[in-house]
């Protein structure tokens, strides 16, 4: 019974194909914790919400991980997936700037209730850091003072939990990609932070199969990019 609730509550909707190192603070339980059925369905959603760049598919994805948040209360990852499914929908969707910054408040929402629940602290700081970036991506001349600096602050205190995580390493040099040259940022600042970055993605490999994992196919699509810059 408990298998079949978790099968109508995680796949309500139809699945489409289409998008660690420990830290300082342990995250808490979750499979162990979870009705039958639960680990392979978080899996084949995190699949799903990492294999779609689709907004409308995002918004559901995040619908489902928020549904197995109240199937599995105690573990903190449909939280974080939730704010990562409705952050990426936030870059990808057409939407006016204003619905974008109440989906960006939802996704901080649920990264707040991840934090309650005792996730690995460095990944949070660095998804709520890409929460920032995309606040900042909504407006740039009007929010650039603000929030670029939030980004490195998330970022800093993210590296010092945990410096093996690449994905800091990754919204640290998209940081400085879309900085304007004249204050420090550009494509020549951010080539050496996404180098390093790569270095991190190969070394990094999670502690369980659901953990963060995401992020490396963005990076080598930014490092081909300089490839055929510099094939011009």
């Given amino acids: 019974m408990k298998k079949h609730l978790i099968l109508l509550v995680l796949a309500a909707t139809s699945y489409s194909a289409a998008a660690q190192a420990p830290a300082a603070s342990a995250p808490a ?13 978080m899996a084949a959603t995190i699949k799903e919400l990492l294999s779609t760049g689709d907004p409308a598919q995002l918004k559901q994805i995040a619908s489902k991980f928020e549904r197995a948040s109240s199937v599995a209360p105690t573990d903190w990852l ?3 997936y939730q704010a ?13 700037d204003d619905a974008k910054d109440k989906t960006l408040d939802q996704a901080e929402a649920a990264l707040g209730r991840a934090r309650k629940l005792r996730g690995d602290e460095s990944e949070l700081l660095v998804l709520q850091a890409y929460v920032y970036q995309a606040r900042l991506g909504i407006s ?18 993210a590296k010092k939990l945990n410096p093996a995580n690449p994905r800091i390493y990754l919204v640290q040099a998209n940081n400085l990609y879309f900085t304007p040259k004249m204050f420090g940022g550009g ?3 951010a080539k050496p932070v996404y180098d390093e970055a790569k ?17 490396e196919r963005q990076l080598l699509g930014r490092l081909k990019a300089y490839e055929g810059t510099a094939a011009k």
């Fill in 78 to 80: 449909p939280q974080y």
């Fill in 140 to 157: 740039p001349m009007m929010r650039s003072a603000k929030y670029s600096g939030m980004v490195n602050e998330a970022l800093a205190q």
């Fill in 187 to 189: 494509a020549d600042a």
């Fill in 84 to 96: 990562y499914a409705l952050l990426i929908n936030c870059f990808q969707s057409k939407e006016s």
């Fill in 29 to 41: 339980a979750t499979a162990t914790a979870a009705p039958t059925g639960y680990p392979e369905m």
């Fill in 199 to 215: 270095t991190r993605y190969a070394a990094f490999k999670p502690s369980t199969p659901l953990m963060p994992n995401w992020g």
